[in-house]
Structures are given as structure tokens and as C-alpha cells.
């Protein structure tokens, strides 16, 4: 497989990024904005895709899927809240229940059935893997409404209330805001958004598979760490909101870029996740070893002035 056919493929490989970019804005809202550790994305991703499966194999429109699908995404989402903010259960336990629970509800909805398959030639598709331009720009269009809406919603008072929530719960519940509320607001949109971006990958794919969300968060996790290190690197304090989201989504394109690398280069694919723990693992290290070294540089040039006074 020669340099010539990674290039043919680059369209898909970067409208696959794409999605895992939307993927990865539900779970910025989540893991940054809010401060909780939401591993539920795994089995929400999975249900967007089997909703959308199975609206489009019923003969509904690839419209009326994607819209079930972001409605059952907020419903798992609704689940999480619950079982953390009224029944108390730790947030990373909440997220692990709802996602064990949603694996049989996934195959319920899938008349269980543990893949579904939506063939662009029986069924009219958002996004397909064979017409990889088209589907490039689809899920362009997507991802910049997303932003957008993003960008709009938390700026607006509720959304501000979702941040400082995340930011300082203490001081967030004395200003009068409701917290356990904005948590579970916050949850609902974010597997909305994952579920959505979970019907996309099912119809990009041509298919719908239970397990099509296992290792989702961390994906989503490699593709904020890689687009918050890369607008850091480029903007420092001059980043702005949206340049985050946009960095998000950067991030998810330059995630599977490297996975697709990594295949052209026949490198084995059982060790997919190794490479995956790697490069975030490397990303994650970016910004601690550089804010050491200038803290290096900056102790000895203060020794120095010392020792020249």
C-alpha cells in the first residue's frame, strides 16, 4: 500500500476525524466544563448509532434518525444525572452503570441484533464511507453548526451557569444556581451531542455494531488533549471559546490521522490502543515538561543574577 492510496483516502480518514471531533465536543462539555469524569459516552455513542439504524432501516429519513438519536443520547445522559445528583452515586460510577446498562438496551433497540447493517445502496444516508468527499463536507457542515451552537448556548445565562459549575460548585451554589440541575443539563447535552455523532459513524460506516462505542472516551479524551495542546502552542493567551471547540474537532482529525498513519505504515492493528495511550500520554506530557523546563530556566536565571549581584 504505497504513499498514493493514504492520499485517496485522506477525505475519509479526515470526515472520520470529524466525527470523532463532534464526539469529542460532548465530552469537552462534560470533562472540562463541568469537572466530571462521564464514562457513559461509550454506550451512548453506540445507542446513537442503533437509533439511527434503526429509523433509517424502518424507511424513515436519515433526518428523523439523527434528531432519535440525540434525543435517546440526552435520555442516557438524563441517566447519569440521576443516579448522581439524586441518588448520590460518584460521578465515574454513575457514568460506568449507565454504560453497562445501555449495552442491553442498545441490543433491545437493535431487536437484538448485535449489528445492523444500512447499506448506501438500499438506504438514503447522511454520510457514507463511499462517497468520502460528499460525507467530508456533510460532517463539516455539522461540526461548524455544533460550534456554533456551542459557542451561542454557553454564553448565554444558563450556560454560564453550566461553567461556573464546573468551575467552582461552591461558589456556584452561593450565587443561587442550582447545581445538581446544571450537572445534569450538562450531561443530557453532552451524550445528546456523542449520540449524534455516534448515528453519523453508524451511517459513515455503513453499519451499526453494539460495541461501536467501546474506547470512546478515549478517543474523545486524545482528541481535547491534542487540540487544547495545539491552540495553546498557537494562541497562548490569545485563545478565545471558539478557537477551543474548533481545536477540539482539529483534534479528533489529527487523532485519526495518526491512527490512519499508523495502519498504512502495517503497523498491527490489535495494538490500536497502545498507539492511542501513547500519543495521549505524549500530549499529555507536552505541557508539563515544557512548563518544568521554563521553570528550570527561570530558577537558574535568578541564581544567576544572584550570583552576579
Not at 491512527?259 to 498504512?264: M, P, Y
Request: charged share 10%; net charge positive; with cysteine.
Amino acid at each position: 500500500m504505497g504513499i498514493e492510496t493514504l492520499i485517496a483516502g485522506m477525505p475519509g480518514t479526515v470526515a472520520q476525524g470529524i466525527i470523532y471531533g463532534i464526539m469529542a465536543l460532548g465530552i469537552f462539555i462534560t470533562f472540562k466544563l463541568l469537572n466530571f469524569a462521564d464514562l457513559s459516552v461509550d454506550g451512548s455513542f453506540a445507542t446513537g448509532g442503533a437509533v439511527a439504524a434503526m429509523v433509517i432501516v424502518s424507511g424513515k429519513s436519515w433526518v428523523l434518525a439523527l434528531v432519535l438519536a440525540f434525543v435517546a443520547g440526552a435520555s442516557a445522559g438524563l441517566i447519569t444525572g440521576i443516579l448522581h445528583t439524586v441518588l448520590g452515586i460518584p460521578d465515574i460510577l454513575a457514568g460506568i452503570l449507565t454504560q453497562l446498562a445501555l449495552y442491553s438496551i442498545n441490543l433491545r433497540i437493535a431487536n437484538n441484533q448485535p449489528n445492523t447493517p444500512i447499506s448506501v445502496d438500499k438506504y438514503n444516508l447522511a454520510v457514507s464511507l463511499r462517497y468520502k468527499e460528499d460525507a467530508l463536507i456533510t460532517v463539516l457542515i455539522f461540526a461548524v453548526i455544533i460550534i456554533a451552537i456551542m459557542y451561542w448556548f454557553f454564553g448565554t445565562e444558563v450556560g454560564s451557569a453550566i461553567r461556573a459549575t464546573g468551575t467552582n460548585p461552591a461558589m456556584a451554589k452561593a450565587q443561587g444556581i442550582n447545581v445538581n440541575f446544571m450537572k445534569a443539563l450538562g450531561l443530557v447535552i453532552s451524550n445528546a451531542i456523542v449520540a449524534f455523532a455516534g448515528a453519523l459513524f453508524a451511517q459513515f460506516n455503513g453499519n451499526a455494531d453494539v460495541n461501536m462505542g467501546r474506547g470512546a472516551i478515549v478517543i474523545g479524551l486524545a482528541s481535547i488533549i491534542i487540540g487544547d495542546v495545539l491552540c495553546n502552542a498557537l494562541f497562548r493567551k490569545k485563545r478565545n471559546f471558539i478557537s477551543t471547540l474548533s481545536f477540539v474537532v482539529f483534534g479528533g482529525i489529527l487523532y485519526y490521522l495518526f491512527i490512519a498513519i499508523v495502519l498504512w505504515m502495517k503497523m498491527p492493528a490489535n495494538d490500536m490502543k497502545l498507539f492511542t495511550a501513547i500519543i495521549v500520554a505524549i500530549f499529555l506530557a507536552v505541557p508539563y515538561l515544557k512548563n518544568k523546563a521554563n521553570s528550570s530556566f527561570r530558577k537558574a536565571a535568578r541564581e544567576g543574577g544572584k550570583n552576579n549581584a
